[in-house]
C-alpha cells in the first residue's frame, strides 16, 4: 500500500510542474472540445503547493484512519472509479475549471467509512454521519474561506458533494466478490 500511496503523491506532484498542469487540469470547454483525458486527471492537478500538501496530507490520513480495509489494486480501481464520476458529474454543473483530489478523499472517506460500519465497526457510522453532515453544511452554507485563501480558488463543494455520494454508493454496491471479478478481468 505504501508505494501505491507514493506513486499516487509522485503524479499529484508532477502534475503541479506548469506545462503538466495545464495540460491536465479538468476545463469544461476542452472536455467538449474532446481532451476527455481531462475528466480523470484534472482531479491529480492543483492550483498551488499549498492544496496540493492538504490534499496529500488527507490522502495519508485518510489511508491511515482506513488501513485495515485497503488492498492496494482496489484502492487504484477506487480512485479511478472515484476520479471518473467526479469529473463526469461536473459537467453537469456550471463549473468551468477544477482542479483537486478533494472531491476523491471526500469518496475515499465515504466508501471505507461505510464499509467498516456494514462490516461490524459501529463507530465508522458516525464518521459516515459526520461526512454527510459537513457536505449537507457546504451545500446549504458554502465552504469555509480559509480554505479558499490557502488554496487560492473557491472550494469546489460539488466535488465534495460527488465523490462523497459516489463512495458511499460504491461501498453499498460492493463486495468482495464484485471487487475479486473485477480485478480477474484486468489480469
Do not use: C
Not at 503524479?11 to 469544461?28: G, K, S
Not at 459537467?91 to 472517506?109: C, D, E, K, N
Amino acid at each position: 500500500m505504501f508505494r501505491t500511496l507514493v506513486i499516487i503523491s509522485a503524479v499529484m506532484a508532477i502534475f503541479q510542474v506548469p506545462l503538466l498542469q495545464v495540460w491536465m487540469q479538468w476545463d469544461n470547454d476542452l472536455i467538449a472540445s474532446g481532451q476527455i483525458w481531462r475528466i480523470v486527471t484534472g482531479n491529480f492537478t492543483h492550483t498551488n503547493i499549498y492544496h496540493l500538501s492538504m490534499n496529500l496530507v488527507g490522502l495519508w490520513l485518510i489511508t491511515s484512519i482506513f488501513r485495515s480495509e485497503f488492498h492496494s489494486q482496489t484502492f487504484i480501481w477506487l480512485v479511478m472509479l472515484l476520479s471518473a464520476s467526479i469529473g463526469l458529474l461536473l459537467l453537469t454543473t456550471p463549473t468551468q475549471v477544477y482542479v483537486g483530489f478533494s472531491g476523491v478523499l471526500h469518496g475515499l472517506f465515504g466508501f471505507y467509512a461505510v464499509k467498516e460500519w456494514r462490516g461490524g465497526n459501529k463507530s465508522s457510522l458516525i464518521l459516515t454521519i459526520g461526512l454527510i453532515v459537513k457536505i449537507l453544511w457546504e451545500q446549504l452554507l458554502g465552504s469555509p474561506t480559509g480554505s479558499e485563501q490557502w488554496i487560492g480558488a473557491i472550494v469546489a463543494i460539488n466535488a465534495h458533494l460527488f465523490g462523497a455520494a459516489t463512495g458511499i454508493i460504491l461501498a453499498f454496491f460492493s463486495t468482495k466478490k464484485l471487487w475479486k471479478n473485477a480485478l480477474k478481468r484486468t489480469r
